[in-house]
Nanobody, 129 residues
Framework: QVQLVESGGGSVQPGGSLRLSCILT????????MAWFRQAPGEEREGVAT????????YYADSVKGRFAVSQDSAKKTIYLQMNSLRPDDTAMYYC??????????????????????WGQGAQVTVSS
C-alpha cells in the first residue's frame, strides 16, 4: 500500500522560508508523478508544484513561481518543497500526492487533484507576523 508522510510544516514570518518533505513508502520505486497541493479554509485545493520523477521536469503554479522549488531524492523516495519569500496568502494545509501514471501529452505532470491516487495527511504552514 502506497503511503505518503509529510513533515516540515510550521509557522514563519512573512519573507521567511520553510522546507516540506514527503516520504513515499509501500513501493520500491518513486511513482511517476508526485505533487504538492495546498488548501486554505474555504478554498479549493490548489496544485502548487508537480515533478515528473523520471525526468525531473517540474511545474509551478503562477502564485508560487520563482519562490518555491520542488526537488526529489530518489534513493530516499522523498520529494521536497522549498518555500522562500513566504507570504500570508501562502498559509494553508499542504499535501503531498502521488500518481503511478507518467505524464500525458508532454513532460509535465498535471496539477489537477483528481489525477492523483495517493495523498499524505497534510502539513500546516502558517505565515504571519
Amino acid at each position: 500500500q502506497v503511503q505518503l508522510v509529510e513533515s516540515g510544516g510550521g509557522s514563519v514570518q512573512p519573507g521567511g522560508s520553510l522546507r516540506l518533505s514527503c516520504i513515499l513508502t509501500g513501493t520500491s520505486y518513486m511513482t511517476a508523478c508526485m505533487a504538492w497541493f495546498r488548501q486554505a479554509p474555504g478554498e479549493e485545493r490548489e496544485g502548487v508544484a508537480t515533478i515528473a520523477t523520471a525526468s525531473g521536469s517540474a511545474y509551478y503554479a503562477d502564485s508560487v513561481k520563482g519562490r518555491f522549488a520542488v526537488s526529489q531524492d530518489s534513493a530516499k523516495k522523498t520529494i521536497y518543497l522549498q518555500m522562500n519569500s513566504l507570504r500570508p496568502d501562502d498559509t494553508a494545509m499542504y499535501y503531498c500526492a502521488a500518481d503511478l501514471r507518467p505524464p500525458v501529452g508532454g513532460p509535465l505532470c498535471g496539477s489537477a487533484h483528481y489525477r492523483y491516487n495517493f495523498w499524505g495527511q497534510g502539513a500546516q504552514v502558517t505565515v504571519s507576523s
